[in-house]
């Protein structure tokens, strides 16, 4: 059996690539080649064209054929294309900007996407409403249109944002750079409280090979995936810090203008919960997590400081990268803003609850007419 991966140099490519090689398969790669891991097994073929490209696919794919294939990266919608023919089975993997709310708020009514967003959320509808977004939107019509038109069995995933070992560009880092920076307070919109659905990219190699297993089940359909447990930014923030035995003052301004976090959030979206369900994916293909997110995340920070101490110099590029002459402004004006809240008149509502605590048997209202 032979199975070809395109891309398979990411997160999730190795997990794929060995388990797939576990199930048997002969392994081959469709990449670049500008980007290689050195514990790619050696038995596995590279294949370097761009998969960005009608011409590029049809050279590398040229004469091919392969019992199943994973897509995770280049134009997706032109590999399911130059893919007909040479393979029963097509799963691919994108993203979720397609879900109408994710990147626009205000595009949905309530501002946002669903919470938890079902595969069936509405999508973008055209290129006007957003761009990136239809054009993933089109990339699932062309895969599954593939699977009506008998061409192949397909599968499409939509990853949500990945961590873990070989991420290119890890948000983590954002955090993990402050605190080699000795930075006490960090400055998170609306105290960090959004959810943005991330997965570790084993766990996410673990639901697309779930699919490999289980074809006539997963054929046809969209499955979100993403880890079991979510964590708020916040919680994110601290179990990084606490991996690096420190620990940070949150200091929360409104979404509006939390500048410099806006990078915390994928492709500089809002505060707004960017959380997907995937109970179809437990329920269909019985996932479950194989590394929890508790244990995922502080791997995910060991692996970067063992093997990228300083990120490739990404923070040495230009002046004030993190933007901390900005951060610090904005620190001191929510102090003081916060002081001057805290004179305002105000009653602190009482906790009890709404129900009587009778001292005795009695079938009247109680001493609040209850």
């Known amino acids: 059996m032979k199975a070809l991966v395109v891309g398979g140099t990411g997160p999730t490519g190795l997990f794929l690539v060995n388990g797939l090689i576990q199930r048997g398969y002969e392994v081959a790669i469709l990449h670049r080649g500008t980007h290689e891991l050195d514990e790619m097994p050696e038995e596995v073929e590279h294949i370097h064209v761009d998969p960005h490209f009608r011409e590029t696919l049809a050279d590398g794919l040229e004469g091919r054929y392969f019992d199943v294939v994973i897509a995770t990266y280049g134009r997706i919608r032109l590999v399911a294309e130059a893919l ?12 979720t900007p397609s879900i109408r709310g994710m990147v626009v708020p205000d595009s949905s009514f309530p501002p946002g996407m669903p919470i938890p967003a079902q595969e069936s959320a509405a999508r973008i509808e055209s290129k006007e409403e957003l761009g990136f977004g239809y054009l993933i939107r089109q990339t699932e019509d062309v895969v599954l249109q593939g699977q009506k038109e008998g061409h192949y069995e397909a599968t499409v995933f939509r990853y949500p944002l990945v961590y873990g070992p070989n991420e290119i560009s890890s948000f983590e880092w954002l955090i993990m750079k402050r605190i080699q920076d000795k930075r006490r307070e960090v400055i998170l919109p609306e105290g960090g409280l959004s959810i943005v659905s991330r997965g570790y990219g084993e766990n996410m190699a673990h639901a697309v090979l779930l699919a490999v297993d289980q074809p006539s089940q997963s054929a046809g359909k969209i499955y979100h995936c993403a880890d079991e447990q979510q964590l708020s930014l916040a919680q994110w923030v601290q179990v990084i810090a606490a991996t690096m035995d420190w620990e940070f003052d949150i200091v929360g301004v409104p979404d509006e203008v939390a500048y410099t976090a806006r990078e915390f959030f994928p492709i500089g979206t809002s505060a707004y919960h960017q959380m997907m369900d995937i109970s179809q994916l437990k329920s269909d293909l019985g996932y479950k997590d194989i590394v929890p997110a508790l244990e995922a995340l502080p791997r995910t920070v060991e692996w970067l400081l063992k093997y990228k101490p300083t990120n490739d110099g990404k923070f040495d590029k230009r002046k004030d990268p993190l933007q901390y002459a900005t951060e610090d402004a904005q620190i001191a004006i929510q102090k003081e803003a916060r002081e001057r809240l ?17 001292k005795e048997p009695s079938l009247e209202k109680d001493h609040r007419n209850r």
Do not use: D, M
Request: charged content about 25%; glycine content about 10%; hydrophobic content about 30%.
């Open 342 to 358: 805290r004179t305002v008149e105000h009653r602190v509502k009482s906790t009890r609850h709404n129900y009587a605590h009778p």
């Open 84 to 95: 007909i023919g040479k393979t029963p089975r097509l799963i691919a993997v994108g993203g």
